[in-house]
């Protein structure tokens, strides 16, 4: 990957090529970001960077012998470790058991996001982790000489899933051999050691700028302009979200957000046999539309709410427009912003369960009932 393949961060791509061409490379850096900003992509440019055999001022040639290896992911100084479950039970798994996987992974879509890189090694329910046997690995691969470039880069994707393993790596981290640049992407820093943070050199990547993503957009697909700058403001900074929904094509997503939110309201304020029934018609045509565009629905779901709950607090949205403005403005009449917070809670937990192969019918039943009751302001269960 190169600089130019990541959607905006020009601040972070500026201090990742001065550091390079200043020589003042880390030794260990902690890339810490959103999900979807691209610190995937934006260790890799700079790996490839670092080992370029003929940089540019602002960027890798591309086409060097180590830049084609980089660009493929099999440049043999270049060491990946992200979370990986089992392959049979009871044994420990390292990252290399799934290395085919994960090049295909990145060739695919380097924002993806950890739920959807465990589902693709077939996780199911299981938890991705990042091993005791894994960080071994690491340890040992630091001790070897470099293959073709002066210095080995070793990738952490998600150092959090190290958990205690953690504590295995800490002397390592912070004394690498001189040949050795640790890069750790983090998304969640509060689940990481604070003796791995403090051996690190933190680097902050925020969400990527609205304007950026729909750039992106309009270079990747044939696409009118109105609608990327929509995907980009439903997307809020996460470019594999508006990937997926520049994929989907699903377009209808406030319409039916709308109906839903109504069948909710009416099952407890105005309940009858016949707002019933509009919600099982409701909950039968949805598990229709498919898997990816039930997740699709309930991204734009999060990102409608969170405008209602901005709406209420302060009058007015600057993402939201007509019909839409016109729903939020009404339900932010009728719920405060902790009611907004609690169906959006709800709609997390709808998203998680529905990543992970649940039945969206029943799980869609027994939801609608918590937001009507959350409409009510009735004491809700929120697991
Ligand atoms: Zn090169």
Redo the contacts with the bound molecule.
Sequence with gaps: MQFKDAVGQQEVKHKMIGMVNSGRVPHAMMLLGPEGNGNLVLALALA?YIQ????QEDD?????A??TKNHKFIHPDVHFTYPVVPKKSGDPPISTDYITEWRSALAANPYMNVNEWLQSIQAENRQGNITVRECHEIIKGTSLKTYESEYKIQIIWLAEFLREAGNTLLKVIEEPPADTIFILIVENIEMVLNTIISRTQLIKANCIDDDDIRQALLKRFEMDENIARRIARIADGNFNAALAIADGQESDNDKLLHRWLVCCFNLKLKPSAGNGQNLVDWIEEFAKIGRENQKIFLKYALFFLRECALVSFTGHSEKLEGEELKFATGLSSKLDGEQFGNIATIINQLYYHIERNANPKILFMSNSFKIASVFKNEEVEIE
């Design positions: 490839q370029c055999e003929n940089k890798s040639c591309g086409v060097c180590s830049c």
